[in-house]
């Protein structure tokens, strides 16, 4: 996966980006395109000529079934609850934005990260999108143009990425606790995060309870005491 992620015992927020595999494939769809309308009607050089479309074709749809998979079993792995934004992906797959969300595929993520969740044991909760990226942690609105990725708040002074504060509020809006039961019944070794996932490519993780093992460690030091 082309993303940087946090380390378990990292405090700091994550970022996953959106590896685009139709925008970087793009030149050879294109030229593979071009193969095919140049060819005559049923000659064997346009049968050849489809064959390679379709290959390129298939090609990026593989990675992005590999990514989609692979994604969902890092977050399943790493996170004991995942809130994500209810969003209308037919709606929006008719906008403007239109290549951007075939590209990235949310539809069959989100379905298979509900059933890897499922399997796994975790909690996947589903929140309003209206209004989270227009919004600060503190409840004040702050209006912000799509091209403004930077996030700052008259009323509370927070300034800070707009991704990062957008996760924020989707997990104040998911109402996560700091000790979810799933996280320590199903899989104790699974750390208390959660994350977010937004419409701007990019998937923001944002710690929201203590590590399991420097718990565990300070529990070991206050028996050692006693």
Known sequence: ?????????????????????????KARLRRAQRKVARRKRGSHRRRKAVILLAKA??????????FHHEL??????CFGLIAVEDLNIGGLSRGRLARSVHDAGWGSF???LAYKAESAGRELVKVDPRGTSQTCT??????????????DCQA??????????????????????????NVGVVAPSVSREAVCCSM?????CTRVAGFLLGFVHELSRQQAKN
Do not use: E, Y
């Open 72 to 77: 969902s079993f890092w977050l399943v792995c």
């Open 200 to 204: 701007t490519g990019v998937i923001t």
């Open 57 to 66: 074709q298939r090609k990026i749809r593989n990675q992005r079934l590999n």
């Open 110 to 112: 989100f379905r298979m």
């Open 156 to 181: 509370c002074g927070l300034s800070a990425p707009r991704d990062v504060v957008r996760a924020q509020v989707i997990l104040q809006r998911a109402r996560i606790g700091r000790s979810r039961p």
């Open 1 to 25: 996966m082309s993303a940087w992620t946090a380390s378990p015992r990292s405090r700091t927020a994550a970022r996953l980006i959106n590896p685009r595999h139709l925008a970087k494939g």
């Open 138 to 151: 503190c409840g004040a609105p702050v209006r912000k143009s799509l091209r403004q990725r930077w996030h």
